[in-house]
């Protein structure tokens, strides 16, 4: 029992307090609105790449189709 107590003391000094955690989630929240304003900027960025390809690509493939209808046997 005296063991067990002994450890329990020697562990105390290491666990986070009520201000350690606050501290802590006020730098998350900020990290993570960082990384969600990010996040965010890049998917939109990449969407308009995908309908700028869409807006190129398929009327070529239209295009090439109504070709090969038209002008093979």
Known sequence: METR???????????????????????????????ETTLHS?????TWRIMALLAGLLPSLFAAAVYVTKYTN
């Open 5 to 35: 107590l002994t450890r329990l003391e020697a562990l105390i000094p290491t666990l986070a307090t009520r201000e350690d955690l606050a501290c802590l989630e006020t730098r998350m929240s900020a990290s993570i609105a960082r990384v």
């Open 42 to 46: 890049e998917m939109s960025k990449l």
